[in-house]
């Protein structure tokens, strides 16, 4: 059974797996810092994972991703080589719901309305992504998906790892 958990929960299991140095590379666990845990929703509503990004300076070096019971589902770097920060994102351009929120919107149409950025997944729950919802005039909705520094339209927002929503008579 799943147990309601807090970010602080989170964030003392994750800090603890740290100083054991069961987690991250060496240079996570000497320079990095543990980001605040952000809850990844399942696509159609309801808790999935958590994401506690690891950051030095302005980098977001990685992320680990731990289940709702706090076991590790993964960690990430973003680190190509050992001795540099090319091609690492800026922090922001994932964990800033602002600035992940403009993204969208230079994808979005003209008077489109967007809705609050949500982190979930894109199908598969290693494709970790923010949507916002767009609402055009007419109220048609397309879910518009954000990671990192790229945006895209989600094709079938039904097409997940759950599999395609069956409705009745069809």
């Not at 240079?27 to 994401?51: F, I």
């Not at 969208?104 to 923010?130: H, I, Q, S």
């Amino acid at each position: 059974m799943t147990e309601k958990r807090s970010p602080k929960d989170v964030l003392r299991r994750v800090r603890g797996m740290m100083a054991a140095g069961q987690l991250g590379e060496e240079l996570m666990r000497q320079r990095g810092v543990v980001g605040t845990p952000l809850m990844v929703s399942q696509p159609r509503g309801g808790p999935h994972s958590w994401l506690v990004p690891v950051t030095i300076k302005h980098h977001m070096v990685g992320y680990l991703q731990l289940d709702c019971n706090l076991l590790l589902i993964r960690q990430v770097s973003f680190r190509r080589r050992s001795d540099s920060f090319e091609g690492v994102p800026d922090a922001a351009d994932w964990l800033d719901p602002d600035r992940v929120l403009r993204r969208a919107a230079e994808f979005a149409m003209p008077n489109e309305d967007l809705g609050k950025p949500v982190l979930t997944y894109d199908r598969f729950p290693d494709r970790l992504a923010w949507r916002i919802k767009a609402r055009s005039p007419a109220g048609t909705i397309r879910n518009i998906m954000v990671a990192g520094r790229s945006a895209w339209e989600q094709d079938d927002p039904e097409d997940t790892d759950e599999g395609p929503r069956v409705r009745v008579g069809e």
